[in-house]
């Protein structure tokens, strides 16, 4: 079992914190990541990605960086892309040896971070994920929609978590930069992670949930509707992503095979029987059955190609301002003391 050395130094730590329209969370929450990383023993970052907010986010994030030092990157987008490609721009931008991801809302608490450090090691684990053991949020709004999106994930899947909807997780980074996040799948990542790396190197432990102080929740009950579809793509690229004519190939012959039956039955009828089928529903299905075969065929054919083409190439977001070039390190408490000495 693969354990840091204690009680020496930690590894490196960047923390990666998307946020979008959280201008009134912004100065509060650098706070809490310095207070809650106050004590720990390795050197650490704090990445936080502008998801190109209209308000006052992007210009407080550059001024509270201007006061905490160089170990404070700000990424910013020029306009808003999603939470998952804010959280993937921070990921690709990060270079600590762990990688702490976790929302911009305050709801989360940094203070969780050194100790899934320690537990993440203790376990062995390749990825952490927290759960919400005492979620403040309103029950038919957030509650209801993540216990079902959870469950629903769990058993399509297979890999069973308790809240999927936490941001606050800890990664190994040599395994999470094996991961590419697109669309809306941040939900998804430890199934991501799943392909990269064993499901029994994943874990969870329980974490700390506050309420929401300022500014509005993005998410609502329609979020259950959108998981689900994102669920989809996600059982497709868990059972087909390397083979996706397999897929649209296997409905395509069984169509065809329905199709030709169908046909078959409808010749013998009008060769041997001398009944007119010109007139029948069943002409038309079966006709429409092998087309939909053929189109099915096709799209495999063509799924093949696109599927080799995504993973070659990505093209990154637009970004407004690379993160600071004067970039640094947190160092631990006990070595900025020894430094003032000197």
């Not at 009134?24 to 050197?43: C, T």
């Not at 502008?50 to 905490?68: H, N």
């Not at 038919?140 to 769990?154: D, F, H, Q």
């Not at 053929?294 to 054919?301: A, K, N, S």
């Amino acid at each position: 079992m693969t354990q840091p050395p204690a009680p020496g130094p930690r590894p490196s730590l960047s923390v990666v914190i998307p946020m979008y329209r959280e201008a009134d969370n912004v100065a509060p929450m650098l706070a809490r990541v310095h207070e809650g990383l106050a004590d720990y023993g390795g050197p650490w970052e704090l990445i936080v990605v502008d998801d190109g907010s209209p308000d006052e986010t992007g210009p407080r994030l550059l001024a509270e960086a201007q006061k905490y030092g160089p170990h404070v990157r700000v990424i910013r987008f020029a306009r808003n892309h999603g939470q998952t490609t804010a959280m993937q721009a921070g990921i690709d931008a990060a270079r600590g040896e762990v990688i702490a991801t976790l929302d911009g809302d305050l709801q989360n608490d940094p203070a969780d971070i050194p100790r899934m450090i320690e537990e993440l090691y203790a376990r062995d684990l390749d990825l952490l994920a927290g759960y919400r053991a005492q979620r403040q949020d309103a029950w038919l709004s957030r509650k209801l929609p993540s216990k079902l999106a959870n469950r629903l994930i769990g058993r399509v899947t297979g890999v069973n978590l308790r809240d999927y909807g936490c941001s606050l997780k800890v990664y190994r980074a040599r395994v999470i930069k094996e991961v590419r996040l697109y669309g809306e799948m941040h939900r998804f990542i430890p199934v991501w992670a799943a392909m990269v790396t064993a499901p029994s190197r994943i874990g969870e432990t329980p974490v700390t949930h506050h309420a929401r102080q300022f500014g509005k929740s993005k998410y609502g009950i329609s979020r259950t509707f959108r998981v689900i579809l994102d669920l989809l793509t996600v059982f497709f690229f868990l059972r087909f992503r390397a083979r996706p004519g397999h897929f649209f190939g296997s409905i395509g012959l069984v169509l065809g095979a329905l199709g030709s039956l169908a046909m078959l039955y409808l010749a013998v009828v009008k060769f041997i029987l001398g009944q007119d089928i010109g007139g029948r529903p069943l002409f038309l299905v079966a006709v429409l059955l092998l087309v939909f075969s053929i189109q099915f065929l096709t799209t495999g054919v063509l799924a093949e190609m696109m599927s080799r083409i995504f993973y070659q190439q990505h093209e990154g977001p637009m970004v407004l301002s690379p993160p600071r070039g004067d970039i640094g390190w947190r160092q631990p408490a006990a070595q900025r003391t020894e430094a003032v000495r000197q």
